[in-house]
């Protein structure tokens, strides 16, 4: 599992299916969506917090 805490305090995690890709790699879902919203960009995730609206960037490496 892994976890999401905001600047606010805002917490949701992030969990397993059990479900893999062609690949061997594991699907995950966000326990509760309303909490956390993500976007998928070319070399980018944003991450944003539905409670305070801050966002977050994790960017590709490579």
Do not use: P, W
């Amino acid at each position: 599992m892994m976890s999401f805490e905001c600047e606010c305090g805002n917490k949701t995690a992030m969990f397993a299916t059990g479900d893999r890709d062609e690949h061997g790699r594991e699907f995950i879902e966000i326990e509760d969506d309303d909490r956390l919203t993500f976007t998928i960009g070319d070399k980018s995730v944003l991450f944003r917090c539905s409670f305070c609206g801050y966002t977050y960037r994790l960017e590709q490496i490579g």
